[in-house]
DNA sequence: AATGGGACCTGCGCGC
DNA sequence: TGCGCGCAGGTCCCAT
């Protein structure tokens, strides 16, 4: 479930904790984790390397080491990072010239864990489309033109705009009061703005409160993020819409759970 | 080109 | 109380 907002707030605690600390030891309590190399190069490399730079692209973390190469992180729905660690459950343990550790921590071992000499010639790094922050509203409506695929798989198409996921996929469709079955390009101008612009204001309010906590997510302390209590619509079936009063609604749509409002959203 | 389904996983909540 | 089942979702991969 980490969306941007969760890996951003993730990456700006990291850059407070970690950063410019070292590797000292590192513990592969479940291999499966790590795409490549073998584990025991992985703890091999890693081990005596420095936290240089920690940079976020869409939904992946990067550490980039003094040893020239990069530790890529992909938490998909169960990873997690936890600093202190504690050490229970961890998949991966790794051990800080601090004295504390980095806990990675993946219930469901979705979560893929990469050391790259180059992490920008990564297959998904490179068909990533642009993030919302990284384009203008013309360059937006341009892009949805040529899409007659419906809105809501579309947002979460991370070649198409990278960074949202399922659930802010849903807020900003229901803060912008489109049908997340809509064609992209039925769009009207005026829908395309208001989509773009509630796009940018979810993304940043949830930064705001530290991401979403909805099933595994936490931030680097461990401590839950504060933005659940502001969802209008994602995880609210069968209630009251907010704005209207009429019943949330939730549908399969291109194989994901999504939330709505049918007399809000046309 | 677009869409649907399955695979990868595990734990939770549900109905019986 | 316990069992089996569906579901959760990011991404890849295959089929239509």
Redesign the pocket.
Known sequence: ?P?LPEVETIKRELEKAVLGKKITEVCVCNP?VIREPAPERLKKELTGATIKNILRR???LIFELSNGKSLVI?L???GQLVYPGIGKDARVVFHLSDGKTLDFND????AELRLLSDWKNL??IQ?LGPEPFDISLEQFKAMLDK????IK?LL?D?TFISGI???YAAEALFRARIDPRR?ASSLVDKEKELLFKEIKDTLREAIEHKGSSI?QYVQLTGRPGGYVKYHKVYGRQGKPCLVCKGTVK?I??????TYFCPRCQK
């Open positions: 479930m969306e499966k869409a939904k992946v992909h998909k729905m169960t219930r469901r071992l979705f297959k998904f068909g899409k007659k695929t419906r798989p979460m991370q996921g399922n659930l064609p099933d939730r399969a749509l291109g194989g994901r759970g």
